[in-house]
């Protein structure tokens, strides 16, 4: 049974790792369009 919660833990901490690093990715790439298009 404890491996069984401890299995679903690392699963939820990894899909909320993959969010966040989501989540990044897109905010640097808004900062790079606002970067263009003060460039152009």
Known sequence: MT??????FVCA???SAC???Q???KDIEKGGQAIEKVAK
Do not use: D, E, R
């Not at 491996?3 to 679903?8: H, M, N, R």
């Open 3 to 8: 491996k069984i919660v401890f299995i679903i």
């Open 13 to 15: 901490a990894s899909l």
């Open 19 to 21: 969010n966040t690093v």
């Open 23 to 25: 989540g990044m990715g």
